[in-house]
């Protein structure tokens, strides 16, 4: 059992060949916006430990199961913000926030770039307006000729349509949650890997966090466990403006001849990136179809209704209803801030509930902003509390150090589906 403790029972623990470990707070949820938040926190010389759910099996971390690609905000759609300076704030912020965290992470953007398709006209201005706003150079933003789209596109290309090339490309989610781990780690960080979601029980002025039979008293909480995380909260009574939305998305172990690194169709309402994985690219295919609210389900219980596939089909190319077959499905969970949170789903959302935070990085090309965004909330509780560091004996938890496989990988082969 590990609990705050006094001095002689350290004394005893640390006799008994238990590793005492001081700590400012805990972090609960060990995807991009848990890992970067203990890079973060521990650069500033705050211990922090971090308990993460394992991924053997599927992954369990929803950031594992993104589409991952380094979003410039030219696809965000203007509806849901209050006005152009508000969406190109955001944009702007997510086109240079996801290039800063590769830069810190030692990684460069890719040169590959996106394929956009359109038919409508208003769409189509809309998009030209959007780039104005973003003020996209040339070479990152264009419309394209009929010629240079088809040999983009190849059997994907749809004659009476406007293709652009967009900034949006691809990145390696895997290589930043391990590099911000790595940094981590390298000053003074803990990563346990539990085989059991945590419970949250409150206590007083602090939340007790109980896994595989061990019981921690932390003065202070971050949960960065994605939907997870509304799940805990609810556990100590604390409500988010929030819901949950499931999204499925198709997995394809090969490129089937997709020569584009990502495509967003707006006509046929889906969107597609190709990751490269052993022993062929993968693509990962999403569209319109979700389910919004539902409730929190562990992954290794999510489902594809029949439904949700019949109608993911009717939004594909034809020349990608094939990947149907041999492909297999994953219902990826979001957390959605409703209207009265102050923010879109699209940007970093942070809620204090006196000594617990909940984080959302929004997307993940946003997770280093988020990180430091939420850091910044947590450390004022710490810090008001006078910043007295508790001790954690730890016995029997597993330290988190293994490779880190992303859902399309060939490491995973679950399928979400319903048979």
């Not at 594909?316 to 094939?322: D, I, N, S, T, V």
Request: hydrophobic share 40%.
């Amino acid at each position: 059992m590990s609990q705050r403790i006094d001095p002689p029972v350290s004394a005893m623990a640390a006799a008994t060949g238990c590793r005492v470990v001081d700590l400012d707070f805990v972090i609960v949820g060990g995807g991009i916006l848990g890992t970067a938040v203990a890079a973060v926190a521990s650069q500033a010389d705050y211990r922090v430990l971090v308990l993460r759910m394992t991924d053997r099996g599927r992954p369990r971390a929803d950031t594992l199961r993104n589409q991952g690609w380094l979003q410039s905000g030219v696809l965000y759609p203007m509806g849901i913000f209050k006005d152009e300076a508000e969406y190109r704030l955001l944009g702007t912020m997510t086109y240079f926030g996801g290039r800063e965290m590769l830069a810190r992470c030692g990684m460069e953007p890719s040169n590959e770039r996106a394929v956009v398709r359109v038919r409508d006209p208003v769409r189509v201005r809309e998009i030209e307006a959007k780039a104005k706003l973003l003020r996209l150079r040339s070479e990152n933003f264009r419309r394209l000729d009929s010629a240079d789209a088809q040999a983009s596109l190849g059997a994907l290309f749809e004659r009476g349509s406007a293709y652009f090339l967009c900034p949006d490309c691809p990145f390696d989610e895997a290589a930043v949650l391990t590099h911000f781990r790595g940094e981590a780690v390298k000053n003074g960080a803990q990563f346990l890997e539990i085989d059991e979601p945590v419970k949250l029980l409150r206590r007083g002025d602090h939340i007790a966090i109980c896994w595989d039979g061990i019981t921690l008293d932390s003065p202070v909480t971050l949960i960065t466990a994605g939907a997870g995380g509304l799940e805990l909260l609810r556990q100590i009574e604390c409500a988010v403006p929030a819901e949950i939305r499931q999204t499925p998305l198709l997995v394809h172990p090969n490129s089937c001849g997709v020569p584009v690194p990502i495509l967003v169709d707006f006509e046929r309402q889906f969107s597609l990136v190709k990751h490269p994985c052993t022993p062929a690219d993968a693509l990962v295919i999403g569209t319109k179809v979700h389910q919004q609210p539902v409730s929190f389900i562990a992954p290794e219980q999510r489902r594809v209704s029949k439904s949700d596939a019949a109608s993911f089909r009717r939004f594909l190319h034809p020349h990608l209803e094939q990947s149907m077959q041999t492909g297999r499905f994953t219902a990826g969970f979001e957390v959605m801030p409703t209207a009265t949170a102050g923010v879109t789903h699209l940007e970093p959302f942070v809620k204090t509930f006196d000594n617990v935070v909940f984080a959302s990085p929004g997307r993940a090309t946003l997770a280093l902003q988020a990180a430091e965004k939420a850091f910044s909330a947590t450390r004022a509780i710490v810090d008001a509390r006078g910043r007295r560091r508790f001790e954690f004996v730890a016995r029997s938890s597993r330290a988190w150090c293994d490779p880190i496989d992303m859902h399309y990988q060939p490491t995973y082969q679950f399928n979400d589906a319903e048979v």
